[in-house]
């Protein structure tokens, strides 16, 4: 996955631009500093989170790419992809420590954020067309996933590719607690799930993406 780190606003916005391009209208432009602001709550309240989004809408840009996606899809997606986590600052803080003894409770109390993160971008007009990706990017195919337990074809293919891509950061890159596996070991788990949990048109692409960068043993 892409090097990320931010250590200050700027290198925020940087990320955001980098990602999104430059706004060609002065909508966008207030587009571009609402997402902005939104991160910068979302640094405040775990730098490791926003990296971790960033990290997840840069892959998942190049996933929307290998997919076929149009310009505006993109975007979608990195937008979705940046703020897919955004709930996560209507959490305790506790629920992130790296020590946490995971419970039934502890888990229902985490998945909570994707109902809090459809909240708060719920008044937002522009960001509608992310609603599924906010609420829904813990479902799984099989139905085993949170907070609806969808299954199939229930799940959009942005969702289906966006589940994929945070699942696997978050394996490979410490987020947030747990041990880190490499990605070689990541992709693979990924790999074994495929058709169960995970969509297998977006993972034949997200391997094709990282064999091109010569990880083998997949």
Known sequence: MKNIHINSED????AILDLYGKSETEIESINIQTIHNL?????????????????????????????DYGTQDIKRIVVGALLHDIGVIGLKKELFN???????????????????GREIINPIPFLKNIMPLIEN????????????ALQGFQISLDVRMLTAV???DMMSEFFPW??????????GIIKKHTSILYDKRVIDALLTIFSKR?????
């Open 11 to 14: 290198s925020i916005l940087h």
């Open 39 to 67: 991160l910068i709550a979302l640094n405040r309240f775990n730098n490791k989170i926003l990296e971790h989004s960033i990290r997840v809408s840069y892959m998942s840009r190049e996933l929307a790419k290998a997919l």
């Open 98 to 116: 790296e020590e946490i003894t995971w419970s039934e409770e502890k888990l229902i109390a985490f998945y909570r954020h994707t109902a809090l």
């Open 137 to 148: 990017h813990h479902e799984y195919l099989n139905g085993s996933g949170h907070p609806n």
């Open 166 to 168: 945070n699942d696997l």
């Open 178 to 187: 747990g041990k880190k596996l490499s990605c070689e070991k990541s992709l």
């Open 214 to 218: 010569n990880i083998g043993g997949i």
